[in-house]
């Protein structure tokens, strides 16, 4: 950081009263309509996979998959969200990172703005409060770009009108067959190595964001939650509400109140389940859950690839309140209303 009287003599910026300068920071830290979080995995030559990753001062980023960046991106990446056509990032297309650049930091306009001094980073600290105007869409991958925005962004939430998060849940503790008739359990899936070997809890990094937004001590004024989770497996059904880490479950125990919209999508191949909530604009202190069965037409020669439903056509576009998704005619739909408790609510 550069020193403050230096600064002062320097920059004119720095004589303006405060409350002016509080200001433009608001303009510099709310200028991304969309930012996409994610990690991409790095394609290339054995020697230069290894700088990339270690030259310098560098060293891979902890609990993402190995030969993976994590990803911060103003603008929205469907790519960083895809489980059939992920991102990547081909060493022979980019410029090699200098020996000074490390992913210590996120390249976003909060942190920028944190480095240039301490005068700054104070004042952004202890005075500055996100506007409420803000509009920023956060989209996050489900597990790793929730990990990454967790452990190097989480500031990002506080400027977020609205978050969605998609990716793919492979059960490690339930067995659907198992659970249906006691048989012996069958070996857990095996996971993709991470880096450090850091394994992150993705079920409290979920619980924790939905709780922050909609539970009953929320901290961030998050108007919409958007959850797209694809279950892959013929026989997945089962594991979208037998299994306690569910990234379902764990979004309904968190959710205190508010409007919850689901859509279970069920195919041959897997199950999607679409989850949004959003507050309920009277305040009162209650829960409504509306649930929709749809089909869920995947693989085969003409179809779409199996997994592919996790990333929404319309997005980056959202509506306030909830739409539902188009579908095969005859859909059940169920509403039921629950009674807020005093603590976030359990599934029986």
């Not at 996100?130 to 990990?147: E, M, V, W």
Request: hydrophobic fraction near 35%.
């Amino acid at each position: 950081m550069i020193d403050d009287a230096t600064v002062v003599d320097l920059c004119p910026f720095f004589v303006l009263p405060v409350e002016l300068r509080l200001h433009i920071y608001s303009f510099a830290v709310l200028d991304d309509p969309s930012i996409t979080i994610g990690t991409a995995e790095i394609i290339g030559s054995h020697p230069d996979v290894i700088h990339r990753l270690y030259g310098g001062k560098r060293s891979p980023y902890p609990g993402i998959p190995e030969h993976h960046e994590p990803v911060v991106e103003a603008g929205f990446n469907a790519s960083l969200l895809s489980a059939t056509n992920p991102a990547t990032i081909q060493l022979s297309q980019v410029a090699p990172l200098s020996d000074d650049e490390s992913h210590e930091y996120a390249h976003t306009a909060h942190l920028a703005l944190l480095l240039v001094n301490k005068q700054v980073n104070t004042e952004l600290k202890s005075h500055f409060k996100i506007s409420k105007n803000r509009q920023t869409s956060l989209f996050l991958a489900y597990p790793h770009g929730l990990h990454v925005c967790r452990t190097l962004t989480p500031h990002l939430l506080r400027q977020a009108r609205s978050v969605h998060v998609a990716g793919t849940y492979v059960s490690r503790t339930f067995c659907p067959i198992r659970a249906a008739c006691l048989g012996p359990r069958e070996p857990a899936p095996t996971l993709p190595k991470c880096n450090g070997g850091v394994t992150p809890n993705s079920t409290k990094q979920l619980a924790d964001l939905i709780a922050s937004a909609f539970g009953p001590d929320a901290t961030h004024d998050v108007q919409k939650l958007e959850l797209r989770t694809y279950y892959p497996g013929e026989d997945s059904y089962s594991t979208v509400w037998g299994d306690d880490d569910s990234p379902t479950v764990v979004a309904l125990r968190n959710i205190y109140c508010g409007e919850v919209g689901i859509e279970v999508w069920r195919g041959r191949h897997g199950t999607g389940v679409y989850l949004t909530a959003r507050h309920i604009g009277d305040g009162e202190k209650k829960r409504i859950v509306s649930t929709t069965w749809r089909r869920l037409e995947e693989g085969g020669r003409n179809g779409p690839k199996c997994g592919s439903w996790i990333v929404d056509p319309r997005w980056p576009e959202w509506d306030q309140g909830y739409t539902m998704s188009d579908g095969p005619k005859g859909d059940l739909i169920i509403h039921r209303a629950h009674p807020p408790t005093a603590r976030p609510l359990q599934l029986l």
